[in-house]
């Protein structure tokens, strides 16, 4: 079966960096999209981009542009995302999501990895 | 860059009632190349990641009850959950991805 299983929580001091993995199985990786969304505590969904998973490409929104990096080791079928210089806003649960190939939305989400960045 | 407008932010229900969630666009998203509005809805349970409900305004994902229906065009659109059961609690998210993605707000489902 489609899974997309993240890495676990993290507990990180500003100005460190995190990097968030996401590793993809039942399918095949490369023919589909690998989103990122930003849940903050009791807030909503926010889009942070995706990367192109045959080419590597990736595409950040706008709030996202310099201290977030997504990559792959397609090889293990993994998708990652790298924080930066991390700042208290950080705090938030990050998912992963696969966009459907044929039908847009994102039809498949990892289990979300909880980001705390404190002192 | 489009904002999605969520309406109401939460709404109370009995077990058993149809309720209705807006979402309006700033700007349309009907594509006049297809005729399909750039549309999906989300629902996401406590402590759970967002499940896709529909997708193209009006087209279920498999394996979601008849009970949720997608409707609208252009920039307002509706979500309907029929017969609301205990299971329905959660947050609705509805997304636009015509010019990249956003989320609206959210509108969340409590019991009355």
């Known amino acids: 079966q489609i899974q997309l299983v993240q890495s676990g929580p993290e507990l990180k001091k500003p100005g460190e960096s995190v990097k968030i993995s996401c590793k993809a199985s039942g399918y095949t990786f490369t023919d589909y999209a690998m989103h990122w969304v930003k849940q903050a505590p009791g807030k909503g969904l926010k889009w942070m981009g995706w990367?192109?998973?045959?080419?590597?490409?990736?595409t950040y929104a706008d709030d996202f542009k310099g201290r977030f990096v997504f990559s792959l080791e397609a090889s293990a079928s993994t998708a990652n995302l790298q924080i930066s210089n991390l700042k208290n806003e950080d705090t938030a649960t990050y998912f992963c999501a696969r966009e459907g190939k044929r039908d847009p939305g994102f039809d498949y989400w990892g289990q979300g990895v909880m980001v705390t960045v404190s002192s | 860059d489009i904002v999605m407008t969520q309406s109401p932010s939460s709404l109370a229900v009995s077990a058993g009632e149809t309720v209705t969630i807006n979402c309006k666009s700033s700007?349309?998203?009907?594509?006049?190349?297809?005729?399909?509005?750039?549309l999906a809805w989300y629902q996401q349970k406590p402590g759970q990641s967002p499940k896709l409900l529909i997708y193209w305004a009006s087209t279920r994902q498999s394996g979601v009850p008849d009970r949720f229906i997608g409707s609208g065009s252009g920039t307002d659109f509706t979500l309907t959950i029929s017969s609301v059961q205990a299971e329905d609690l959660a947050i609705y998210y509805c997304q636009q991805y015509y010019d990249t993605y956003t989320f609206g707000a959210g509108t969340k489902l409590e019991l009355k």
């Open positions: 990367i192109n998973t045959y080419t590597g490409k990736p």
């Open positions: 700007q349309s998203l009907l594509y006049s190349g297809n005729q399909k509005n750039y």
